[in-house]
């Protein structure tokens, strides 16, 4: 069966850190480029991160730029996303989704996770 699995959300103080993770089965992701996206309650879904299959470059969006990090482990089939210094507005559902292009929209991904919640709060 064909899927991507997120987890390590949770609840973080302001300041806090935390990793996420995008695992994939019945599929390998070193072929596929992987995106992160969050979306926030009564918001529209907004890409976050990506990571290229073709030569490992990575994409993050201005509001994370400098706090997250993307990374993929070829061997583990997983993709990464290690959040610092993670602030209230980083508050939203994570998912992650595996398509050929990084894109900043939705559209055009194959396979998406189920999403994992992220909360920060003190």
């Known amino acids: 069966q064909v899927q991507l699995v997120e987890s390590g959300g949770g609840l973080v103080q302001p300041g806090g850190s935390l990793r996420l993770s995008c695992a994939a089965s019945?599929?390998?992701?070193?072929?596929?480029?992987i995106s992160w996206f969050r979306q926030a309650p009564g918001k529209e879904r907004e890409g976050v991160s990506c990571?290229?299959?073709?030569?490992?470059?990575?994409y993050y969006a201005d509001s994370v730029k400098g706090r997250f990090t993307i990374s993929r482990d070829n061997t583990e089939n997983t993709v990464y996303l290690q959040m610092n210094s993670l602030k209230p507005e980083d508050t939203a559902v994570y998912y992650c989704?595996?398509?050929?292009?990084?894109?900043?929209?939705?559209?055009?991904?194959?396979?998406w996770g189920q999403g994992t919640q992220v909360t920060v709060s003190s």
């Open positions: 989704a595996a398509g050929r292009l990084c894109r900043w929209v939705s559209q055009g991904y194959k396979y």
């Open positions: 990571i290229r299959s073709t030569d490992g470059s990575t």
């Open positions: 019945g599929f390998t992701l070193d072929y596929y480029t």
